[in-house]
């Protein structure tokens, strides 16, 4: 005889556990954080124009350059340790980024190219292409040289990784990017702010088109050869756009009281651009997610 | 289904490996483009005339262009350069039939220059070659140039410049070109480009 | 297997549906929830590279006095020397105020002109760069035109400090518009800018005083207001600068005396070792310290020098055959009396000894003997024994000659009641002193006034010639008598040359009120001389002094006039004493000479007499001076000189003897007027601003700030100079300023365009100037960096 225990319930079924991070989630937090502190120093300078020495504002504009990489570490990098199948070697492509960009990145664009000399006063559909030919084409090339050359394949599970690793890509060079223009610059704090969140914005939103190209040819089978390439140029021209569009929107104008007191549209355009592109390739995404499933379900049926 | 793939299963089929290298050929073209692009608009230039004076040249696109005036057929300068405008000038000067060479037209220049031009030397007077084949002398000298306005205070700025002087019948024409020290050879080009297109 | 196959190829093409319904909603929902669309992308990516930006409205302001714009025209004068080392050292200071923007500045003559205590081979001038900073040393300047007597004088800035000649074509300075002072009124704000001595408590930058007209000086030769007076205490370095009215305009400049060294300690500063020994001791130059300054010369004087300044004209007589001997005795002022009218010679109308309360206007007349132009005379004033500064005269320089009669006097307010007594000073030793008292109601007093002098018509009538007599036997003269009793002794007494030559004495007759007249004759061993008389006239047992008048007898009676000067012409050369050349009244604008001759007659020497030369009826050169010449004679010369050639002009000669004109005559050279922008004085708004990094707010040097032609607009700007109306570039501050000026006219509209490498170019159409429009007019830009 045997005394097994009669269930009077059904047994409830094991959901399954999200085993990834969330990258969106996550990285939504650290955009808005980035969003609330660049905000509130604007104001607070604006209002309250607190004294500040030279020394000093290159400090805080060191800090504030290194805010987004701070907020990528513990909302990205450490909240990949809590999951059960966190990426590896996250932080190193994001270290790749960085020293891509202060090695490759700057150089090519500020000194070998010189964009700074004829591209502010070119005409309209020159600076454009040019923007897009120059620092586009470079920029989201090495942060897809430094996913695709360390990370790609191998470590490709989902296609939310193409997202993680590029947006890990994108905050190492942003971050160098940010730092170089604070060391370059004698501003007050709200300007490194939005100049920080602008660039990081605009990293992170091209960035998550390479992302997903690279999902796509690691999980697709039928991928495209061109959409790689392609997805490249839409990203050096979405960068490019961000450029042109911030510059004909920052521009204060002439008159008898001109202040400029247009920064903050140009940090509306990077905002922009990246709600734009997130909710893009997270469709994206999504669709080729259920698509993959409809397949296998199909496949399984077969 | 989610697929599982461990980092052990590198290999790359066709597709992906072709995807990579249309991508760098991709960056590598469109990196050469933009080097393109840059010569196009940095290079890009406007043609002047004065069939008075006998004169032809291209001179680059958005300088700003002075023309007939008593002491130049042609002056053009950037109006972006800072702090100095680099400027390319063209004057025509009569000389008598004792003109010998170059120097009967630069000494005097010099002369005059020396009174009108706060520090200016002159460092160096040398015969070249045109690109078009003619002879001509070229002066290299160097000025501190200052606000003229005395309200606004400016730091006298080092310029440096030179001076072509081709003797033709019973002219000299002299080709000036003007930067700043610090981007003197940095613009050289475009005096390079203005007396390739000399036309006299 | 056929029907799995068939299921199979339902399910794909049912997922395949799914798919493509699932995408496209998806799709769609994706469109509407960015809501923005590539519309907006491609708005803003089809942006001209030169931004549109409406202009902003220049806020509305009347033009009133800018201190900063006032200050900027104020210049620093150094006269410096070189010593024996080659060293620059400075010999006196003073300020002085631009005029024009080519280089013109207006001051005292004795801070710009050379002399004994500011001995200089140099004039050093410095401007305001920065306001509340001293002065920066930038250029040199030369002594274009002066007054001495007036202590005015022109500069023109030659060449930059670095010896480097100017281009005044290009040269666009600060300057301040000559005003009108006949229009300052008593108790009007004046605002007095200047530099001041650096010590503790100032280091040396331009100074704004603000004070208030207290009075006005009459002086002869010039008139009622020979000078402004202030209550304010303004200090002596501010003297040759500017006094502006609340419109802005200039209508005086402050005027001390040149400290003289004649004998007396002079109040210094000695901080050069001018003599290279190695010491600063009493061995060195020293640089006179001013005392304070309460009296301004009225911008009027300045108007002609100015003129002749922006003109290049300098008058020139023929050389002195000898020079004017130094009087031997010392100089005196004698006879002083009051009078309370002058009449156009410059003589008093009557002789007052006490006023009633209320009076406005009274003259402290007295001859004078033995004086040199360029002595230094003064006019104390005391009321109930305690200095009265606003009826006083400052030190200032003598120019009236060597004898004569001369008055100062005080118009356009009221003299407090009390006992004034009047001391005149000469090198700061006291001469003479007469006092009056002023109070108390108006009593009928005997008088005699308004004495004139003239020619007998046929009907025995007196025909008035002013104070010039034709040469004759007989001195006709009338006057007007009041509250005469009867049988009040009077008398009548004439002088020729200083000498009484007769007098006439007896007891009134004529009833109390009414006119008189009274002559003179000559005897046939001794006829009247051309020469200088006088008429004195006295009344009461104690002959006090009733009315006086001074006249001179020259030239011959031509009708019912005096006719000193004839065949007044103009030439253009001298050939044998002769009018040579072009002669006539009309001259091509080639002339570098302009020769004004005449004939004259029976002028005796020392006879003052006057020239004037005036432009389109604008002052030019007023000069008296006593006739050195020949008593009769022919082709005696004026000339106008110029450092090019004589500008286009309506250009008139009147010679005036007893403040009569005598003679004009007018010559037009090339169109025969002048250029419109002689007058060009500031009748557009200045441009001005900053150009900053908006990141850094640290201005940008070397921007290009252009204002395109009303014509043109951004978009059909082709960079062509040609359609640029004016450029400026950026100083190290990123301070710029146009050097032409926007015209005041609505109906045209600017267009501007900022440019420098690695920055936005920023660009604006549609700028309008009007009436209202503040000027300078300061527009600040922010350029971003891509």
Known sequence: MSFEPILLAPQKEEQELYPYRRVWRTALIEIGILLLVTVGTVLAVRFISPRIGEGQRQTIGLAYALLPLGLWMVFSYLGERRVPEPRPRLFTVAILGALVANAVGLPLVNRLLNVNEWLATAPGSSRLIGYMLTVGISQEFLKYAVVRYSVWPGAFRIRSDGVAYMLAAAIGYATVVNVDFVLNNNANPSVYALRVAEFTLTHLATSTIMGYFLAELKLTRDTAIFWMPGGLVLAALLASLSIVLRGGLIVGGIGPSSTGNTAFQGLGAAVFLVVFLFASIYFLINNADERAQLRGRLDFQR | MIEIITPQSAELNFRQRWASYLTIA??????????????????????????????????PVNWLLDENREDFVLRVEDPAATPFKTMLQISIVPIGQGARSALDILNPLNISRATSLPSYRTLEISPIRLPNGTSATQMLYAYAASEANPILQSIPIVVRAIDVVVLRSSQAVIITYRADAESFERNQHYFEAFLRSLEF | MAGQTSLRAVRRKRAARWFRNSCQANFHRLIRRTGLTVVLLLACFAQPALPMHRAEAAPLRQATFDATKAQRATVYIMQTYTNALGQAVISCVGSGTLVSADGLILTNAHIAVSSDTCRSDKIVIGLTVRIGEPPVARYYAEVVAQNVGWDLAVLRITSSIDGIPVNRATLALPFAELGDSEDANLDDTINVVGYVQADEKSNGAVQVIRATISGFTAEARVGDRAWIKTSAIIPGGMSGGGVYSTAGTLIGIPTVAPSRSSGQSVDCRRVQDSNADGRVDDQDTCIPISSFVNAMRPSRLARGLVLAAQL????????????????????????????QGVNQAGMPSSVVTGLPSGVQRLYLFFDFDNMVDG???????????????????????????????????????VWPNGTYEFTLFIEGARIASKQIT??????????????????????????????????????????????IPPNTHWKQ??????????????????????KRSVSATGSAEQPLQPGRYRLELRIGPEEELAA???FIMAGAQNVLKTEIFSKLSFATALQDNQPGGIVGAAFPNTLQQLYATFDWREIAPGTPWTWRWTVDGNPLFEVTQPWTGEPSGSTFWVRLDSRGH???????????????????????VGLG???????????????????????????????????????????????????????SLTDSDGQYSLSRLLVRDSKVAYSIIVLARGYLPVSMDGLRIDDKTQNPLTINVELNRD
Do not use: C, H
């Not at chain 2, 010569?39 to 001179?59: C, H, L, M, P, W």
């Not at chain 3, 003064?378 to 109930?384: A, P």
């Open chain 3, 493 to 514: 007494e004439w002088y020729y040359e200083g000498l009484k030559v007769s007098e006439s004495a007896g007891d009134w007759t004529d009833g109390p009120n009414g």
């Open chain 3, 375 to 413: 002595l230094i005379y003064e006019l104390r004033t005391t009321l109930d024994g305690i200095p009265n500064p606003t009826f006083s005269l400052a030190p200032a320089t003598w120019s009236g000659g060597r004898q004569g009669l001369w008055y100062i006097g005080s118009t356009a307010q």
């Open chain 3, 312 to 339: 290049g004209l300098t008058p020139s007589l023929p050389p002195k055959a000898q020079p004017e001997p130094k009087p031997s005795s010392p100089p005196t002022f004698s006879r002083l009396f009051f009078a």
């Open chain 3, 646 to 668: 004589i500008p286009d002009g309506s250009y008139k000669i009147e010679l005036l003897v007893g403040g009569v004109v005598m003679a004009t005559a007018t010559a037009k």
């Open chain 2, 26 to 59: 991709v960056a590598v073209v469109g990196l050469l483009g933009g080097v393109l692009l840059r010569s196009s608009i940095i290079d890009a230039t406007v043609r002047f005339e004065n069939k008075q004076a006998g004169i032809a040249v291209r001179y």
């Open chain 3, 438 to 483: 002023i109070g108390g109601p108006a009593k009928p007093v005997p008088t005699f006034a308004d004495i004139l002098f003239g020619i007998l018509n046929s009907r025995q009538e007196l025909v008035s010639t002013g104070n010039v007599l034709p040469v004759g036997n007989t001195i006709n003269a009338e006057f007007v008598f009041n509250n």
């Open chain 3, 673 to 727: 007027q002048l250029p419109v922008t002689t007058f060009g004085a500031a009748q557009g708004v200045q441009l001005q601003g900053r150009i900053v990094d908006a990141e850094t707010g640290k201005g940008i040097p070397g921007v290009s700030f252009l204002v395109l032609k009303t014509d043109i607009d951004t978009r059909d700007f082709t960079w062509d100079m040609s359609q640029v109306y004016d450029m």
């Open chain 3, 548 to 550: 006086t008048s001074d």
